[in-house]
């Protein structure tokens, strides 16, 4: 039953006009940090005490973010993924956290936080409990707002975790709440994950109606590379679709990225900054910003790479070539420029099962990371981009984002030779 805040609240919405233009935030694909990937709902501070979901977490990797250069990079916002909620609301009905993990509050780490030059994000679901079953929104989307405003939030993730029906009713309400709570806060929802696979079929138009910058589409990232693979083949089936519902303001998430994680290696860890750049999807990272080698970090902080996701024509990309061993991504950038990615995605991954895997995994610990494969076993590739394809006449300048220089002028298309197995030569191409 809708409780008698929510129905004043959407009263509002539909009279009074209070939502009536939509924020005005993440012009651009949003870029920071995420605890759940690899430190999930870890409450047992004893046992874990650099990896619990506590104050100290957010506090140390903030710091980190901001000493290790990805703040500069663009990576502004870390954020508290579930677990962090006290059991019960306080008397007057507000969300808390729990007190011994996070003495001073959510206020706290938010002032920690932006002391250190970065965003807070933080996380509730649309729901009575999380999917971690602690207390969340549904029909306290107004009070709650009201908190994370006067907490300092600046990011915003909503799950769903709950009945199906609310959500049209709960993510509008907690849309219209947001905008109206004094802050500027970017509301990320996580709706058309909880509505299957088939993309063709979701409120995507009433999502950024209602002001949602961002929307996990699908099925949870897990830290490896069959979860990975299985993720960008569905973003290529459906980019054509999706890219409709993207630009400046409002973007499709295939989640976070595992780079910096031993579940991959580097090839596919620049497979992933390719896809997802091109794809001008959010770059979340979620691994441990504390720990990470040289390698996956020039990955995560090459400057070119991110130009791509930030460019501002905020143009989503797309799979131009059938689904296959080898493929090729593009996305036009400002300037007449093109991105694209050569991908020798070799042999599928066959029987994967997302949620099979998921199950398998606990969460109440932090996730346990396979040594990291150096090389994959599978054949190198030579893979060709026809310049028409990408809407080029006649000759191009070719620049490796990867090695970060200009190969050249070339003429009519450009051929990347011995692509290792599940990497991705990744350029820029600039008509002449």
């Known amino acids: 039953k809708m409780s008698l805040r929510v129905v004043l609240l959407l009263l509002l919405v539909v009279v009074g006009g209070v939502s009536a233009s939509r ?9 920071g940090w995420m605890s759940w990937e690899i430190f ?5 501070c004893d046992t874990h005490p650099d990896a ?26 870390i954020h508290i993924d579930d677990c962090w909620e006290a059991d019960t609301r306080d008397s007057d009905g507000n969300l808390v956290a729990n007190a011994t993990r996070f003495p001073k509050g959510m206020k706290g780490v938010a002032d920690y936080v932006h002391d250190q030059g970065v965003k807070f994000g933080l996380y509730t679901a649309e729901s009575p409990n999380t999917c971690g079953g602690h207390v969340a929104s549904a029909l306290h989307e107004v009070q709650d707002s009201n908190s994370f405003a006067e907490w300092g939030v600046d990011y915003i993730k909503v799950d769903g975790c709950g009945p199906a ?30 509505l299957g696979a088939n993309e063709t079929t979701k409120p ?21 590379w069959g979860s990975l693979s299985t993720i960008i083949d569905h973003w290529g089936d459906y980019s054509e679709f999706l890219r409709q519902y993207a630009g400046p303001g409002y973007w499709n998430d295939p989640d976070m990225l595992l780079i910096g994680n ?24 979620g691994n441990d910003v504390r720990n990470m080698t040289d390698s996956t970090k020039a990955i995560l902080l090459n400057r070119d790479a991110i130009a791509v996701d ?46 099979k895997e998921k199950a398998t995994i606990p969460t109440d ?68």
């Not at 999930?40 to 047992?44: A, E, F, K, L, Q």
Request: hydrophobic residues 35%; glycine residues 8%; charged residues 15%.
């Open 310 to 355: 930030q460019d501002i024509l905020g143009e989503q990309g797309i799979r131009i070539s059938p689904k296959g061993a080898q493929e090729i991504w593009a996305r036009n950038l400002s300037g007449g420029r093109v991105a694209v990615g050569l991908f020798n995605k070799g042999s599928s991954v066959e029987g994967y099962d997302a949620e």
């Open 204 to 224: 995507f138009q009433q999502m950024i109606d209602i002001g949602c910058n961002l929307w996990r589409n699908y099925a949870d990232i897990q830290c490896s």
């Open 262 to 285: 031993t579940c991959i290696n580097d090839d596919e860890a620049r497979t992933q900054m390719a896809i997802w750049s091109i794809s001008a999807a959010p770059l979340i990272m």
């Open 23 to 31: 924020n005005n935030l993440a012009k651009t694909p949003p870029m």
């Open 52 to 77: 619990c979901i506590n104050a100290d977490l957010y506090q140390t990797t903030a710091a980190a973010m901001a000493s290790e250069g990805f703040l500069a990079a663009g990576y502004d916002t």
């Open 365 to 432: 610990r932090p996730l346990t990371l396979p040594t990291r494969p150096s090389v994959r076993d599978g054949p190198t590739a030579n893979i060709t981009v026809s310049f028409s394809s990408i809407g080029i006449s006649g000759s191009a300048e070719v620049y490796d984002i990867w090695a970060q220089k200009s190969l050249g002028s070339f003429s009519g298309s450009y051929t990347a030779t011995n692509v290792p197995n599940h990497g991705t030569a990744f350029l820029r191409i600039t008509p002449q």
């Open 165 to 194: 029906d609310y959500y049209s009713t709960g993510y509008t309400a907690m849309g219209t709440a947001l905008q109206i709570s004094g802050r500027d806060i970017v509301f990320s929802c996580s709706w058309p994950a909880y």
């Open 40 to 44: 999930r709902c870890t409450i047992d």
